[in-house]
């Protein structure tokens, strides 16, 4: 089971904008898909400007590292910098 897109999907049905972040672009339907590297600071709080809360689903991937402390360091600076005040990190490997 994808956790990160159950939990936008579900989401994205009970609020009206979710806005998804992700290397490859691809998200469920319902959702604003923007693509970039979200271990980039300045990309993260571009891209969560104007939100009320960010959610933080790093998975592991077959074969391939993940930076998991990179991505959640540049999501706690982008928080900051942004001035969000919610925020959840759930990190999973497979």
């Known amino acids: 089971m994808n956790v990160s897109r159950t939990l936008a999907r579900d989401t994205a049905a009970q609020l009206t904008k979710v ?29 969560s400007s104007g939100s009320d809360a960010v959610v933080v689903t790093v998975g592991g991937t077959k074969g391939e590292a993940q930076p998991h402390t990179a991505v959640t360091q540049a999501v706690i600076a982008a928080k900051h910098a ?5 925020l959840v990190v759930h990190s999973h490997r497979r």
């Not at 319902?30 to 709080?45: E, K, M, W, Y």
């Not at 942004?82 to 919610?86: K, N, W």
């Open 19 to 47: 806005i998804t972040v992700s290397r490859s672009g691809l998200t469920p339907e319902g959702t604003l898909a923007i693509q970039g590297d979200t271990s980039n600071t300045v990309f993260v709080t571009e891209a």
């Open 82 to 86: 942004a001035g969000l005040y919610r």
